[in-house]
Nanobody
């Protein structure tokens, strides 16, 4: 069983930065891709960014493009999300997720096999 644990969330003023981390543990971890999603209570989980575990380019949702950077450290089984120029609309619980197989839309939450517990990000105006 794979476990994903996020950290790095917190409270920041608009224009500030945060860096989220997601550490994977458990059986041999070699996903096809990993992603970051976010969710506001009462709303659907929203795609933020994804990256292939081996090679490939990162992809971003339009509303974070140019402000967020997704990266990974395969040796450490760790996924990152650098968030710059944060705005209040970025306030949400952020989740990392891993999928084992290719195919389908990369923003489709149903295609991800493992999820972390989430970390809260709050951006004040």
């Amino acid at each position: 069983q794979v476990q994903l644990v996020e950290s790095g969330g917190g409270f920041v003023q608009a224009g500030g930065s945060l860096k989220l981390s997601c550490v994977a543990s458990g059986r041999t971890f070699s996903p096809y891709a990993m992603g970051w999603f976010r969710q506001i209570p009462g709303e659907e989980r929203e795609y933020v960014a994804r990256i292939s575990w081996i090679g490939g380019s990162p992809y971003y949702a339009e509303h974070v493009k140019g402000r967020f950077t997704i990266s990974r450290d395969n040796a450490k089984n760790t996924l990152y999300l650098q968030m710059d120029n944060l705005i209040p609309e970025d306030t949400a619980i952020y989740y990392c997720a891993a999928r084992q197989r290719p195919g389908g839309a990369y923003h489709d939450t149903r295609l991800y096999d493992y999820w972390g517990q989430g970390t809260q990000v709050t951006v004040s105006s």
